[in-house]
């Protein structure tokens, strides 16, 4: 199994939003850049295994739980048996605000967990996906 944990918070948030910053001339740049103005942090943690089965339906639906407290509301769930995977995405409101989303992507052999807290532009997340971790959830791919 292999694993990634990248956790963006304070000191090393403000460094990405600057290095997104200082390449203008990059658009996926420019809209990171755009969306990490008002992120408090970003956490994704990503499991890669050598076979399917490695980890469990429990595995995932533990997780989903968690999402299930207060103020989390499930937004998307996208299942596709060929290729088989699942996307669910959740949502931290506050009045109609975007405080925290949450992405869940579980394939035979990867398991990801993408959580930003923050205050959310659902528009400018849209332009991120499929970069850093956020699963591609449109059919244009």
């Known amino acids: 199994m292999d ?23 990059d658009p996926e740049a420019a809209a990171a850049a755009d969306f990490l103005e008002n992120i408090k942090s970003v956490r994704v943690r990503n499991f890669t295994f ?3 089965g490695a980890y469990s339906k429990s595995d995932v639906d533990s997780v989903r739980k968690q999402l299930s407290s207060p103020g989390w509301s499930a937004l998307v769930q996208v ?5 088989q995977e699942d996307v669910d995405v959740y949502v931290n409101m506050d009045g ?5 989303l949450a992405v ?21 997340i849209g332009r991120l996906e499929g970069q850093f971790g956020i699963p591609q959830l449109s059919q244009n791919q």
């Open 3 to 25: 694993s990634v944990d990248v956790t963006l918070d304070g000191f090393l948030l403000r460094i990405a939003r600057k290095f997104a910053r200082s390449d203008a001339d």
């Open 50 to 52: 050598d076979e399917d």
């Open 79 to 83: 299942h596709r048996n060929v290729p």
């Open 96 to 100: 109609d605000k975007v405080k925290g």
């Open 104 to 124: 869940i992507a579980s394939e035979p052999r990867e398991f990801t967990i993408v959580n930003i807290v923050g205050s959310i532009d659902v528009d400018k």
